[in-house]
C-alpha cells in the first residue's frame, strides 16, 4: 500500500529556514506520475493548501500565504518530494503533512485536501517569536 513519510519537522526561530522531506513507498507506477502536495494544519484550525507540485508538468502552484518564502522540489529518482521553508513567520507553526491524489488532480481540485486520498503522518514546524 501506498505510504507517505515526512521528516524534517523541528523548532526554529522567527526568521528561520527548515527542509521538509516526504518519501513515497508502495507506488504502482512512477513516482513522476503523480502530483503531490503539502498542506499544514494549526491547532484549531482547518487544514490548508500550501504546495502542489502538478505530475508530467512539473508545475508548482503555492498558497499565497508562503509564496516567494517556499520552495517545493522533488526527486523523482528518490521518490520524494521536498518543501523548503524560508522567511519563517509564527503563523506557520502547524503540523504539515505531505499527500497524494490517488485518482490526479487538475485545476482547482489540486488545492483541496478532499482531493488526495494517501497522507503521511505529518510533522510538526514550530516557529517561536
Known amino acids: 500500500q501506498v505510504q507517505l513519510v515526512e521528516s524534517g519537522g523541528g523548532l526554529v526561530q522567527v526568521g528561520g529556514s527548515l527542509t521538509l522531506s516526504c518519501a513515497a513507498s508502495g507506488l504502482r507506477t512512477a513516482f513522476s506520475l503523480y502530483t503531490m502536495a503539502w498542506f499544514r494544519q494549526a491547532p484549531g484550525k482547518e487544514r490548508e493548501f500550501v504546495a502542489a507540485n502538478r505530475r508530467i508538468t512539473g508545475a508548482t502552484n503555492y498558497a499565497d500565504s508562503v509564496k516567494g518564502r517556499f520552495t517545493m522540489t522533488r526527486d523523482n529518482a528518490k521518490n520524494t518530494v521536498f518543501l523548503r521553508m524560508n522567511s519563517l513567520k509564527p503563523e506557520d507553526t502547524a503540523v504539515y503533512y505531505c499527500?497524494?491524489?490517488?485518482?490526479?488532480?487538475?485545476?482547482?481540485?489540486?488545492?483541496?485536501?478532499?482531493?488526495?486520498?494517501?497522507w503521511g503522518t505529518g510533522t510538526q514546524v514550530t516557529v517561536s517569536s
Open positions: 499527500a497524494l491524489p490517488p485518482s490526479g488532480c487538475s485545476g482547482d481540485e489540486c488545492f483541496t485536501s478532499r482531493t488526495y486520498g494517501y
